[in-house]
C-alpha cells in the first residue's frame, strides 16, 4: 500500500509540474514579442516556472494577492460540492435500488437524468430565475442575496446561506452520475452469494441493499469520483461567476478579456497562468483523495495487490 499512495503521489506532483511548464512555456513559445528580444524559450521557461510555481507567486504580484484572498472560498465551495455530489448521489442509488419500481425511486431517477444532462451554467441561471428575488417565481431572498459571502468564522450563518445554493448546483451534475452508477452496481451485487445470503436469513430488502449490495459499489464510485474531478473544478469556475462568490476564479472571465461593461477588455496572461495553476492543483488534490478513500475500501491495494 505504501508504495501504491508514493506512486500516486510522484504523479501529482509530477502533474502539477508539467502543467507549469506547459503554461509557462507555451505563451513563450507562441507569443515571444511579450519578452525581450533573443530570450531562450527553455530557459525562459525554467525561470517563470521556479518564479511562479516553487517561488509560490504565480507569476505576478497580483495574481498573488488575488489568489490569497479568494483560495480559501474556491475550497469551500469545491468541498461542498464533493460532500453533495457523493453523500447524495450515494443515497439516491441506494434508495432506489431499496424500493425499485416505486413512484418515488422513479422520480429519483428522473432528477438524477435531469442533473446529469443539464450544464451547470444553465442550471445555476434556472435557479436565479426561479427563487432569485425581485424576478424569481419563488423568492427567496436570504440565500440568493448578491455579494452575502462572509467567512465561515467571521459569520458562520451569513457563510452558509451563501453557499447552500451554490453547492447544491455544483454537485448535482456528479450527483446524477454517481445516483445511476450507485443503482447499476447494487443491481448487479443483488446476486452474489454474500447478498442470497443475507436475503436466506429473512433480512428486509432495504437492509440488505444498504449493508451488503451497495458497500460494492463504493471503490468503482470512488474511481468515478477521482475521474471527474476536472468537470468538478469548472463547475466551481463558473458557479462563482454566476453567484458572486469570491473565491480566486471569479477572475477568470475578466482574464479572458470577456468583462462586458468595463473599459478596458483585454486578455490577462498572468492571471490565466496562475489560474491554471491552481485548477490544476485542486484537480490532482482531488484525485489523490479519490485515491486514498478506494485505499482505504479496497483489500486488494491495502495487501499490494494494486488495482485489478
Known sequence: MAGYLLRRLIWAVATVILTAFFAYGIIRLLRPDRYPAGADVISGTWH????????????????????????????????????????????????????????????????????????VYALALGTLLLCA??????????????NSYEPPLESPWDFLRSMLIPWLVVGAPLAGVIVRLTLAL??????????????????????????????????????????????????????EWVFSIPGFFRHMRRALGQNYGAPEQYIDIPMLQGLAMWAAVLIVAVSLLADLAIVRLDPRIRSGGGLA
Not at 450515494?90 to 424500493?99: L, P, Q, V
Open 48 to 119: 517563470d516556472v521556479r518564479h511562479a510555481l516553487f517561488g509560490f507567486t504565480l507569476g505576478a504580484d497580483y495574481v498573488h494577492e488575488e489568489f490569497v484572498r479568494g483560495f480559501a472560498a474556491d475550497l469551500y465551495l469545491l468541498a461542498g460540492g464533493l460532500v453533495v455530489a457523493v453523500g447524495f448521489g450515494i443515497a439516491g442509488g441506494i434508495y432506489c435500488a431499496a424500493r425499485e419500481r416505486t413512484a418515488s425511486a422513479r422520480a429519483v431517477e428522473g432528477a438524477a437524468v435531469f442533473f446529469l444532462c443539464t450544464p
Open 133 to 146: 428575488p425581485p424576478f424569481g417565481l419563488i423568492e427567496l431572498p436570504y440565500f440568493f442575496d448578491p
Open 186 to 239: 447494487t443491481r448487479d451485487s443483488m446476486g452474489e452469494h454474500w447478498v442470497r445470503t443475507a436475503r436466506a436469513k429473512g433480512l428486509p430488502r432495504k437492509r440488505v441493499v444498504r449493508r451488503h449490495a451497495a458497500p460494492a459499489s463504493y471503490a468503482t464510485v470512488l474511481s468515478q469520483f477521482g475521474a471527474s474531478a476536472p468537470i468538478m473544478v469548472m463547475n466551481v469556475v463558473l458557479v
